[in-house]
């Protein structure tokens, strides 16, 4: 797949079909985390895969959307302080996913608190965001439109609305 395509054809997805990603696409998507860049190559960001069904339930009833944690296959606690190499690590692990076929969303605390505790964290750890990996439950057919046309179908501002030129 293009970049452009990619980009312009990846829809967050919520509702996940029940089959397993393969060992290396999990691979590639949190390799794609660790290859973005950094200022000063700081790489502030961590990430803590979540296997234990314990841990999942209640991360789950942390968030906004739990169906969004109980139905995904990988389930990915982003340790970082907010920055803008925190959402560039974040966006190449979403593109790499929608790259090899996996849908994912992030999904937002409702319950800071509880997530963290939920993940056992320690005071000094800052916990960012959830991200959430799955195929999804219906397929999509990326090919059957243009990336151009992908895009003019997204529920977005128009472009003439967002650029300013001074």
């Known amino acids: 797949m293009d970049t452009w395509l990619a980009v312009a054809s990846r829809r967050e ?36 895969v979540v296997e234990s069904d314990e841990a999942r339930a209640r991360l789950a009833e942390a968030v906004y959307e739990p169906d969004n944690v109980r139905g995904a ?31 994912s969303c992030p999904n937002g605390f409702s319950d800071l608190d509880a997530a963290r505790a939920s993940l056992g964290l320690g005071e000094d750890d800052e916990l960012a965001l959830l991200l959430t990996f799955g195929y999804p439950a219906s ?13 003019a179908r997204a529920n977005r501002k128009p472009l003439d609305e967002l650029v300013e030129r001074i």
């Open 139 to 151: 397929e999509r057919d990326v090919s059957r439109h243009t990336a151009e046309e992908w895009s």
């Open 13 to 48: 997805t919520r509702d996940y079909a029940d089959r397993e990603l393969p060992a290396d696409v999990v691979g590639r998507i949190l390799d794609a985390g660790r290859l973005a860049g950094s200022a000063k190559n700081r790489q502030p960001w961590r990430f803590a």
């Open 73 to 103: 296959k990988l389930v990915v606690a982003v340790l970082a302080k907010g920055s803008l190499d925190t959402g560039r690590a974040v966006q190449n692990m979403l593109l790499v996913a929608w790259n090899e076929g996996v849908g």
